[in-house]
């Protein structure tokens, strides 16, 4: 069974550009979760998906966003870039079996952004 | 106050040594307490999990939730190499995952 998958796999941008990146769930997840994990501060959680709609956000700006598309892959884009985005972007996936059970997370390679 | 604090490492020990890695969570609400395995330039792999408070052992792994001290520990018996890597806790509360920030272990032949 394939895995959660990610792209680009590096990706390299200028402050100020947008940028976009892309996850393909397990087959059968309908929950796609986003993480940023910067050096030395561990996984920060970004934004929840399920069912098409967001369910949840992190503490982060309105520049960052996505969606999900009616297959239930996700895209997650990053307005008027900072230096301080260039972070490991990690994607996971789930089933959802309610909000009180426990939804395993299956995670992506990532995608390494860095900003220059 | 972060929600989970876990002491980054590194930590270096010799292989078949007993290694303690360890968190402390301030969140009340965690349900679910993970640990994850996070091999260099790899997404995070799920170790264990645990409900509320107990032990549970997978193989060379014990994994310790003390909901009174918020408090989570892992063991690794028989440590081995391919131990190495960096140890992430986490908690759990309505689908939302903390992190701590992970320590770097590293096993010595």
């Known amino acids: 069974e394939a895995g959660v998958t990610q792209s680009p796999t590096h990706l390299i941008k200028t402050r100020g550009q947008q940028a976009t990146l892309r996850c393909s769930p397990i087959?059968?997840?309908?929950?796609v979760y986003w993480y940023q994990q910067a050096l030395g501060l561990g996984l920060q959680f970004l934004l929840w998906?399920?069912?098409?709609?967001?369910?949840n956000r992190g503490n982060f700006p309105p520049r960052f966003s996505g969606r999900q598309f009616p297959n239930y892959s996700s895209e997650l884009n990053v307005n008027a870039l900072e230096l301080e985005d260039s972070a490991l972007y990690l994607c996971?996936?789930?089933?959802?079996?309610?909000?009180?059970?426990?939804?395993?997370?299956?995670f992506g390679p990532g995608t390494r952004l860095t900003v220059l | 106050q972060k929600e989970v604090e876990q002491d980054p490492g590194p930590l270096s020990v010799p292989e078949g040594a007993i290694v303690s890695l360890n968190c402390t969570y301030s969140?009340?609400?965690?349900?679910?307490f993970m640990w994850y395995r996070q091999y260099s330039r790899k997404g995070p792999e799920l170790l264990m999990y645990t409900y509320s408070s107990g032990n549970k052992e997978d193989g060379r792994f014990t994994a310790q939730v003390d909901k009174s001290s918020k408090y989570i520990s892992l063991f690794i018996r028989d440590s081995q190499p391919s131990d190495s890597a960096t140890y992430l806790c986490a908690g759990s509360s309505a689908s939302k995952i903390i992190f701590g920030s992970g320590t770097r272990l590293s096993i010595r032949p």
């Open positions: 996971a996936s789930s089933e959802f079996f309610g909000t009180s059970s426990y939804n395993e997370q299956f």
């Open positions: 969140n009340s609400a965690f349900q679910y």
């Open positions: 998906y399920d069912e098409g709609e967001e369910r």
């Open positions: 087959s059968g997840h309908t929950s």
